[in-house]
């Protein structure tokens, strides 16, 4: 599965960004849809999960309360809406697929080429 990200750009803190992720084929209900962020010198991290069929969905402790994701099956497409944006939240995010919950980048099979955001004081 091909997962191409849009949606990244430069915004100041306390601003609003939304990040779409469009699959190129429908994943499986099992399927689980992760958005995960690197910023520079960093280890990729877990930013929010959801599983495609249930729409049962995980964040990060970090973002949980501003942030939300969500899916449109009939597009194929995941979301991930950020609120109150900080500015140690510039990175790049990617959008992954796996076969499980997992906070591991390891264990996704599927990336995509991710999309920078950049929060500016």
């Known amino acids: 599965v091909d997962l191409v990200e849009s949606g990244g750009g430069v915004v100041q803190a306390g601003a609003t960004l939304r990040l779409s992720c469009t699959a190129s084929g429908r994943p499986y209900s099992s399927s689980v849809m992760a958005w995960f962020r690197q910023a520079p010198g960093k280890d990729r991290e877990f930013v929010a999960s959801?599983?495609?069929?249930?729409?049962?969905?995980h964040y990060a402790p970090s973002v949980k309360d501003r942030f939300t994701i969500s899916r449109t099956k009939s597009e194929n497409t995941v979301y991930l809406e950020m609120n109150n944006l900080k500015t140690d939240e510039t990175a790049v995010y990617y959008c992954?697929?796996?076969?499980?919950?997992?906070?591991?980048?390891?264990?996704?099979?599927?990336w995509g080429q991710g999309t920078q955001v950049t929060v500016s004081a």
């Open positions: 959801i599983r495609w069929g249930y729409g049962t969905t």
């Open positions: 992954a697929r796996g076969s499980s919950l997992s906070y591991s980048p390891k264990e996704y099979q599927d």
